[in-house]
């Protein structure tokens, strides 16, 4: 999984947002976390190798994204949607309201990316507590150096 958010990272060179593309990956001791609790989920290629991910955590109600991480070698492949869909189904699943995620707002792979999957921005008047405090920590490490958004898309009656 490391591996794969390195690999995701790097296209924040192309951008540069150094920073960002040079940020270390999670831990493993972090990444257990998630998968310990069945919160992560990992889409594999033909071989059986892991080649995306997603982390998603219970925030004041709804399914939060923490990270969603495509390896650059299988990009374009809607790894990350299809990830994005499991986690939808388990919040569904978990009787929550939908997704939530923080991202940064002009990165063609983020803001405008998840706008086109559903998510609709959330203006800071409305942000729970949760998502204040995980947009706080989110700053304390810096990820604030470029415009940065709130969005969630609500579970659908069907889904």
């Not at 790097?10 to 609790?37: C, K, Q, T, W």
């Not at 982390?55 to 994204?65: K, T």
Request: charged letters at 20%.
């Amino acid at each position: 999984m490391q591996a794969i958010e390195v690999s995701a990272g790097n296209a924040f060179h192309r951008i540069g947002m150094d920073a960002v593309a040079d940020d270390p990956p999670l831990s493993p001791e972090a990444l257990a976390a998630y998968v310990d609790v069945g919160l992560a989920w990992v889409a594999t290629d033909g071989l059986d190798c892991p080649s995306a991910y997603i982390l998603v955590r219970e925030v004041d109600g709804w399914a939060h994204i923490e990270q969603v991480s495509v390896h650059a070698r299988h990009a374009r492949q809607r790894l990350g949607q299809a990830l994005i869909e499991e986690a939808g189904r388990w919040a569904s699943d978990a009787g929550l309201q939908g997704l939530t995620l923080t991202t940064y707002a002009d990165v063609p792979w983020n803001g405008p990316y998840y706008s086109r999957l559903g998510f609709e921005p959330v203006p800071e008047d409305s942000w729970s507590p949760g998502l204040r405090e995980i947009v706080a920590e989110e700053a304390a490490h810096g990820l604030d150096a470029w415009p940065r958004i709130v969005m969630k898309r609500p579970l659908s009656p069907a889904a």
